[in-house]
């Protein structure tokens, strides 16, 4: 025993000795044998580019992505670019983003660019021209801070106010990479480390090194940290280093060799990525990406992961897929589901190509053994029938189909099945052709039954045991309790019972349906253009896009477990018919936005069919997302951009709304709901799936705000909505000062015209009545005139005629009768002359004057000469007024030929300055015409006459007596 022992325990130790020198070759092994998992990522369409340089996911959820081309926002859905003039170079990386908001970026010129507003600005504060290498850049807190040759460039980023830091070592040649560490700056440069710490009297202190720092080429700092560990890569070699800080000293941690060119090192929030040319890694290995070439790693805010490839552009994983694919065995490509049923413990399943599939839930396995002609038509409709047998419609024939024996006939009465529902006794169906009532048994009273239930189907067919009224219809649903049937004829929904066919009216007007169905004791209406009506007790409620529909055009319905499933063009939405409100709980957004054609709900799982395929969506383990977020991201005005501008004239009244939404697992399934409102009034709409813009066309003049915010089926509205108030100025005719100094002076314009109208009214009849009080005294004138004056002669000339009876020769008697009848007639002629309106003119007057001067002085041995204007005005002169001038003219020619003793008298007559001018001369003895004035009554009644002319007159004493009279023509005619 002693010899074994002595024998043994060389060879252990020697055992023991050789483990140990080959433990690192074993490590290194067992470490290459344990395989990271491989993370499988899908490629971003339509990418700016294929070489992308960096990536940053910013405090709003937009994934900005920096390229070789420039830097882009990325939302979900577009890609936005944004540049500056001023830029001489596209190639950018840097991306960070500093406490106002702003996104700062360089590129490969060295120059050093921030993004505010949407608007990209050069920060002029660094020189770039002045360096030999474009500058490497951090944010932190309130700072930039950038590499430079002259040490070390400090921006405040809340001044936008930069400034160079010297290193203690002049000869330091500068810094080339940078990163943050606790609250310091850590910078390595050509020539040394150094630190910086922020401060009044900050400055960029070098470090001292370890003898194995104090040469290492071609290295560069990752920005970031692990907690107080700096990370370092230094190529060709591959080598990763992780430094520390004690005091002023620089310490190694750890280096790793990975034998690969180092392109970066990214860090998302529960990982480190070591980015190479031929693959990244996780820090610990935990998962891996080969052939990629990555330069950087994000992690969103849903849970994706992004990369950044200098070959391969954008790739993702996605966070989670909460719906499975159900592939269907052996169907073509453009082959889609376009129908199912529920049929026992199976889905049947018919497609656009006449293919019917039967898919056991239970054991998620397709049955094979039903089999259907290779031409058979496009399956529209499958509707159980009973335990073993389906009707299945096609856009031709109805198809009878028995599951156990795999036995089609067709049903000659039923051509292009749409829709059914049924009671215990009878099917009702829709078809191209009209609606069909099936009898399930023969009976008479059963058939009396239906012609009294549902008056105006009275065309019965023996044989086929059915009714049916011939006219086109698409939807139907049967309402037990009122024992009514629901029917949209060519859309127009009627309602089909006792009391006949009646047209069903909401708000008065017709309802034009694309879907019906029964549930709960109510009638659900699916319109085309008027969202959700529910029929209950005799009343009809409306579910628009106020009350949270994402459309009004509704083309199906299902019910299920309390609840109505709508399908629309872009989303399947879920109204709990407990709470009558729509949620979002149950809600489904389809794929890629696109037309979902048939949903069931079988237990927890919801089998949808779209045009790019059926899924299975299990309803107990749908992901909750965090909330949306929405931003009014552009303003077009007429074509061109209008930043902060809220005023606008009235012909810039085409406005676009461009909203960014930064949603990615569900970008094209997110809706915009919006509204304008003007006033108090407001209808709110939904964008397509996907869509961003709201364009709103030749608005009117006036104070607008639209409202908006993002609305996706499954994750629900945004919390903050967008809000923008602007205004479309009037022209200058429709300013309201304008309009209501217009308005201010049509009132008064109108009431000027009333005032005149009322003085006018009161002149006139003034007027009117002053003309008849001028009638009634030429009346009582006239009157007077034939009673004193003709009435006095006629009964001269009777007294006259009666002596002259007597006398045997009455011949003097006889002269002087002729005698008085001339004056008598003379005098009628008189009344008659200023009683005719054909005489109202100045020229009569006038000629009448002359006529009745000459007659005057007839029989008397005067020189009589009278003188008239050749040319008389035609002015009007009432016949009071021509009576009064007239009587004037010959009371003074008579006073002239009775008082002068006179041998001549003169009469001149003239119009000037508006006015007529009488004079009368005569070359007699004279007279005191005061002295005659008081006995005389034909002078007073001249005078009067004068006064009441508005005239004068004036007498003068010169060899005989001149007369002068002027009367003005303006009042004549009154």
């Not at 889905?347 to 002609?373: S, V």
């Not at 030429?778 to 007597?806: K, M, T």
Request: some cysteine.
């Amino acid at each position: 025993m002693p010899k074994l022992k002595s024998i043994e325990l060389p060879v252990l130790t020697n055992f023991l000795l050789m483990m140990i020198r080959f433990l690192p070759f074993l490590l290194i092994w067992s470490g290459s044998m344990a395989q990271s998992s491989q993370i499988l990522v899908e490629a971003v369409q339509e990418v700016p580019s294929k070489t992308i340089y960096d990536l940053f996911l910013d405090r709003q959820n937009f994934l900005w992505i920096a390229t070789e081309v420039g830097v882009y926002r990325y939302d979900g859905i577009s890609f936005t670019p944004f540049a500056s003039n001023e830029q001489s170079s596209l190639s950018v990386s840097g991306l960070s983003q500093d406490e106002q908001g702003r996104i700062w970026f360089h590129n490969f010129t060295g120059q050093i660019f921030y993004i505010e507003h949407d608007q990209t600005h050069l920060l002029r504060s660094y020189d770039s021209h002045s360096e030999s290498r474009f500058g490497k850049i951090v944010v932190h807190k309130n700072f930039l801070y950038a590499t430079s040759d002259k040490g070390l460039f400090v921006c405040d980023t809340r001044t936008l106010s930069g400034k160079y830091v010297d290193a203690e070592n002049k000869a330091s040649g500068g810094t080339n990479s940078l990163a943050i560490l606790n609250e310091g700056l850590v910078a390595h440069g050509k020539n040394g480390w150094y630190i910086y710490r922020p401060g009044p009297h900050a400055e960029l202190k070098q470090l001292n090194l370890p003898k194995d720092m104090r040469s290492y080429p071609a290295s560069s700092l990752h920005p970031g940290t692990l907690g107080d560990t700096l990370l370092l890569f230094s190529n060709p070699s591959g080598t990763l280093t992780k430094l520390g800080v004690r005091g002023d000293s620089l310490l190694v941690y750890q280096r790793k060799i990975y034998k690969e060119f180092i392109n970066t090192i990214s860090q998302t929030s529960n990982a480190t990525w070591i980015n190479t040319q031929k693959r990244s890694t996780q820090l610990n290995g935990a998962a891996s990406i080969s052939g990629q070439n990555l330069s950087d790693v994000v992690k969103d805010h849903e849970g994706n992961i992004w990369f950044s490839s200098l070959n391969n552009g954008l790739l993702v994983k996605k966070s989670h897929t909460v719906r499975q694919r159900i592939i269907l065995p052996g169907l073509p490509t453009n082959d889609i589901v376009r129908t199912m049923a529920k049929h026992r413990n199976m889905l049947l399943m018919g497609t656009q190509n006449g293919r019917i599939y039967a898919y056991d839930y239970k054991l998620n396995d397709f049955r094979h053994n039903l089999k259907f002609p290779e031409d058979f038509p496009s399956i529209r409709k499958i509707a159980p029938i009973d335990e073993s047998s389906v009707m299945i419609g096609t856009p031709i024939h109805t198809y009878e189909y028995s599951i156990l024996t795999g036995k089609l006939q067709i049903i000659p009465t039923l051509s292009s099945l749409k829709q059914i529902d049924s009671t215990h006794d009878l099917i009702f169906a829709t078809t191209a052709n009209g609606l069909v009532i099936l009898l399930r048994h023969r009976n008479d009273e059963l058939r009396k039954q239906v012609v009294r239930q549902l008056r105006g189907v009275t065309e019965y067919h023996e044989e086929s045991n059915l009714f049916r009224y011939g006219k086109r219809c698409d939807a139907l649903a049967y309402h037990p309790g009122e024992r009514t049937l629901f029917v949209a004829f060519k859309n127009e929904l009627f309602s089909i019972n006792e009391k006949g066919i009646t047209p069903v009216l909401f708000r008065g007007k017709p309802v034009y349906c694309e879907a019906l169905r029964y549930y709960n004791n109510k009638i659900y209406v699916g319109t085309v253009n008027d969202g959700l009506l529910v029929y209950h007790n005799q009343h009809i409620s409306q579910f628009t896009v106020e009350d949270g529909l994402l459309s009004n055009s509704i083309l199906k319905l299902r019910e299920s477990n309390n609840a109505i499933w709508l399908l629309t063009g872009g989303a399947v939405q879920v109204l709990d018919v407990q709470k009558n409100q729509f949620g979002n709980s149950k809600n489904l957004s389809t794929s890629d936005g696109v037309l979902t054609t048939d949903l069931l709900v079988v237990e927890d799982q919801v089998y949808l069919a779209t045009v790019s395929g059926l899924f299975k969506i299990a309803l107990n383990e749908k992901a909750v997302d965090k909330p949306l977020t929405n931003y009014l991201y552009s303003v077009l005005v007429n074509n061109r951009m209008m930043a902060n501008q809220h005023v606008f004239d009235r012909n810039q009244n085409n406005i676009q709304f461009t909203v960014s939404v930064p949603v990615y697992n569900k970008a094209r399934q997110t809706f915009i709901k919006y509204c304008l409102t003007i006033g108090k009034g407001c209808t709110w709409n939904v964008t397509s799936p996907g869509m961003r813009t709201i364009t709103f066309a030749s608005l009117a003049p006036g104070k607008y705000t639209l409202k908006a915010f993002a609305v996706n089926p499954e994750l629900g509205i945004a919390k903050i909505p967008i809000i923008y108030h602007f205004e479309i100025l009037h022209s200058w005719w429709q300013n309201p000062l304008f309009q209501n100094f217009v308005i201010g002076m049509f009132i008064c314009f109108v009431s000027y015209l009333i005032f005149r109208f009322i003085v006018d009214r009161r002149h006139l009849q003034r007027k009117i009545d002053w003309q008849q009080q001028v009638i009634l005294e030429e009346r009582q004138r006239i009157s007077s005139e034939i009673h004193d004056d003709i009435g006095a002669g006629i009964f001269a000339i009777r007294l006259f005629a009666e002596v002259a009876s007597r006398q045997q020769n009455p011949r003097d008697e006889l002269t002087q009768i002729a005698q008085m009848i001339n004056d008598i007639s003379n005098k009628i002629r008189g009344t008659i002359w200023t009683t005719d309106v054909e005489n109202d003119t100045l020229i009569d007057l006038i000629t009448y004057i002359k006529d009745q001067a000459y007659a005057q002085f007839a029989h008397v041995n005067v020189d009589f000469v009278a003188h008239i204007p050749n040319e008389i005005p035609e002015v009007v002169v009432s016949g009071r007024n021509r009576r009064e001038i007239s009587l004037i003219v010959k009371e003074l020619i008579h006073n002239a030929h009775k008082h002068s003793d006179a041998s001549k008298i003169t009469l001149e007559i003239h119009i000037k300055s508006n006015s007529l001018r009488i004079w009368i001369n005569d070359n007699g003895k004279g007279f005191d015409y005061t002295a005659v004035r008081a006995p005389s009554m034909g002078l007073k009644n001249a005078e009067a006459r004068i006064r009441r002319l508005k005239g004068k007159i004036k007498v003068q004493q010169k060899g005989g007596t001149q007369v002068f009279i002027e009367i003005p023509l303006n009042d004549l005619g009154v």
